[in-house]
């Protein structure tokens, strides 16, 4: 009669104790998170810029929806997206030195501007401070030959560094980044 009680007790609290420590995890992200790096290539370990950014999709709804002309935009969904140069680079012209930054964006129809901010872990663009910009650059809009359903990060190689491109539905934006 000992043992069955306490071969009872212990089942009960086998159960119970697996019932305390189960966790619940959420579903998948509807704007998945993603980082961009360059050299693309993974055999290359030695990168010089990574973004990490996550990315909406359209659905059915224009970019102007999402990301208003004229606006300040996180550049991406959930999160600011975060910019790292691991080195001291040269953005559209002007000097940046190696670090992390928040990357907000200011869409616009020919061209869009491209805000490294100071401040990071920001939710969206809500608590965004415009004193702590590092800089503003201008960034040339183009039209993609294939509509892109989810906000995409690529590179584009030019002679001293590369091309970040900005890619939304047949928007292009790129930015020209030096090392």
């Given at each position: ?44 370990s ?59 964006t ?14 990071l ?59």
């Amino acid at each position: 009669m000992k043992n069955i009680f306490t071969t009872t007790i212990m089942v009960l609290a086998l159960c119970f104790s697996t019932a305390a420590t189960a966790q619940k995890f959420s579903g998948l992200d509807k704007s998945p998170a993603d980082i961009a790096s360059y050299p693309s290539d993974y055999k290359v370990s030695n990168k010089l810029v990574r973004v990490i950014y996550s990315r909406p999709q359209l659905k059915g709804r224009a970019i102007s929806e999402l990301a208003p002309a004229g606006k300040v935009w996180r550049t991406g969904a959930n999160e600011a997206s975060e910019i790292t140069f691991y080195q001291d680079a040269t953005v559209a012209g002007k000097a940046v030195p190696a670090g992390t930054y928040s990357l907000f964006t200011i869409p616009g129809e020919k061209e869009w501007t491209v805000i490294l901010n100071k401040n990071l872990n920001q939710w969206g663009a809500y608590s965004y401070q415009e004193s702590e910009d590092l800089l503003r650059v201008p960034a040339k809009v183009s039209k993609g030959s294939e509509t892109l359903e989810a906000f995409s990060i690529a590179y584009q190689d030019m002679k001293k560094g590369t091309h970040l491109v900005l890619g939304w539905g047949n928007t292009r934006v790129s930015l020209p980044i030096e090392f």
